[in-house]
């Protein structure tokens, strides 16, 4: 692994480098109080195929807030992400991204067609927030307020009891090594990491610029994962009807048994998928050149 400080408008991005830059890059972006370490357990099936960038988002891991509320609208954002990218990997390259993140990837390969390979869209990108049916800004705004508050926890095994809730595997050493960078002591408690700023400031920018703004501009092949528990959520699937239709080159995959941290329940099996999807457009990029 190698780390990066990479300098954007005077402001320092962290990001990570993993195995051959000889390979197809691919740039992953966590998602909402999250960081790098959100893909450790899925890089470990990617990094022998792929050249794998990670960054820490702003607000989030190692790299610091944002100065002001514009700046973490998508395409503001998503302009200084690619930034970031480009000081890393001179060719095309691959994004997948995580809920907030792949919002993010939706954008970066809007305002840049030409420097993007595929998109890999991980539980985002296809449901917050148009198809939450009442959820209005003010109310979204006011749940994260709360959550971010209520984000304190007297132990350890409190925070591990919380968060086995968002998973469907049985808590293990890795996803203890997944979480913990995503907090800090505190006064004797442990509290969110991420920058409450940050995570207000980017609630506002969902509802400012929604993810089906970019598909009429995504010329790329996407790659949608979505979690199926609960089994009842009904927007999820007006949105993959919605992305459905209004992409020309989308593959939607449904994993079973799995809840929003999709690449937490079943890595071996999005990896799997995805490698297969990536040698799928080898052939079929080639077979297109061919005639």
Known sequence: MKEFNVMVDNHSFKAY??????LPSLVCLHGMTGDSNSFLELREYLFEDFHIII????????????????????????????????????????????????????????EFPDKIEGLVLIDGGYVFPEMAEGLTKGKALSGWSEYIESSKYSSWDEI??????????????????????NFIKSND???????????????????????????????????????????????????????KNALKKVKVIGIENTKHNVRWDSPERVATEILNWKINLKSYFLYKRMG
């Open 160 to 181: 591990v009891n919380t968060y086995q809730e968002y998973t469907t595997k049985p808590w293990n050493k890795k996803l203890d090594s997944i979480i913990s960078s």
């Open 189 to 243: 408690h442990y509290i969110l990491r991420a920058d409450r700023y940050s995570l207000l400031a980017t609630i506002q920018a969902f509802y400012s610029e929604p993810c089906s703004t970019t598909y009429k501009n995504i010329e790329c092949p996407v790659l949608l994962f979505y979690s199926t528990l609960p089994n009842y959520d009904n927007s999820r699937q007006k949105g993959i009807e919605k992305i």
């Open 55 to 110: 960054l820490d988002l702003p607000g989030h891991g190692e790299t610091n807030p944002l100065k002001l509320e514009r700046d973490y609208r998508f395409t503001s954002l998503a302009k200084r992400i690619y930034r970031v990218i480009h000081t890393l990997v001179n060719s095309t390259f691959y994004i997948l991204g995580h809920s907030w993140g792949a919002d993010l990837a939706l954008h970066t390969a809007k």
């Open 17 to 22: 480098e993993f195995g051959d830059n000889r």
